[in-house]
């Protein structure tokens, strides 16, 4: 049995993993936190959630929540993120991080608190969407340059970060199978008189409105033809259910920083 504690368990995702890991056999959950303004604090997640078997109070104290966790999940923001997996290094609890929008300064402090415990970390925790970056990869490489590659994303209305963590995720395998830096190879956007699309460049479109759960398209677009990449989320399910299976596999784990590539056996 795998005990785990969950971040933001008031939230959509929090609250999601949260039942899912209550309905798990071999998953238990042991802890929780909310921000410290929050009115979950204090109360059981079966008072908040309706969990009959979790009477343990809701902590914003990351350091309490963690009391008697194996592994800790976390898809709050970037900074509680970042932070939560510094007190997890000192208390030697493996994590899964699942927030998009982290900078590179945060998430070099991951790859830090990963020399001494084992971290998933993914822009997106669904199983078909990292299966479907190494089908990115396998198909920049097998088209070659002849194919301009577009990216559109469309997520609800309520989203903060945009372009969407897979989207970055999408692009920059892309570039990186192309030869292409994607600081400078990947344009978010277009507006005006932009001239003809250089070959060496890749769009990334944002859509935001709505309920949308998560929608991803990659479009190769070649001479006299196009082949498409689609993912489309129907729930928060996808997501908390790739986090939950994360959680099973780090929790054995040396220290490192993972991805779900890892996870899955695909990297």
Excluded at 50 to 78: C, H, M, N, W, Y
Aim: glycine residues 10%; negative net charge.
């Amino acid at each position: 049995m795998t005990k785990v504690a969950v971040a933001g368990i008031s939230g959509r995702m929090g609250g999601t993993i949260a039942r899912l890991i209550n309905e798990a056999e071999d998953l238990e959950l042991v802890g929780a936190t909310e921000t410290a303004d929050h009115n979950a604090i204090g109360k059981t997640p079966r008072e908040v959630l309706g969990l009959e078997d979790a009477l343990f109070q809701i902590e914003s104290d990351v350091s309490k929540a963690l009391k008697e966790a194996r592994v800790f999940i976390d898809f709050t923001t970037p900074e509680a993120s970042t932070s939560a997996v510094e007190v997890c290094a000192k208390h030697k609890i493996a994590c899964v991080v699942g927030t998009t929008g982290l900078d590179k300064a945060q998430t070099d402090r991951l790859g830090k608190a990963a020399e001494k415990i084992a971290v998933v970390y993914a822009p997106n925790m669904s199983l078909g969407v990292n299966l479907l970056k190494k089908l990115i990869e396998q198909t920049t490489v097998a088209l070659g340059e002849d194919y301009d590659i577009e990216i559109v994303e469309a997520h609800h209305k309520m989203k903060a970060d945009a372009p969407s963590g897979t989207a970055l995720m999408f692009a920059k395998t892309a570039a990186a199978a192309r030869g292409l830096d994607s600081d400078t190879a990947v344009v978010y956007g277009r507006h005006g008189r932009t001239g003809a699309r250089p070959k060496d460049q890749i769009g990334v479109m944002t859509l935001r409105g709505g309920d949308i759960v998560g929608d991803h398209t990659v479009l190769f677009a070649g001479p006299g033809e196009r082949i498409e990449l689609s993912h489309r989320a129907h729930t928060r399910e996808t997501f908390a259910r790739g986090a939950l299976r994360a959680a099973r596999w780090v929790a054995e784990k040396q220290a490192g920083l993972y991805s779900m590539a890892d996870v899955l056996g695909l990297a």
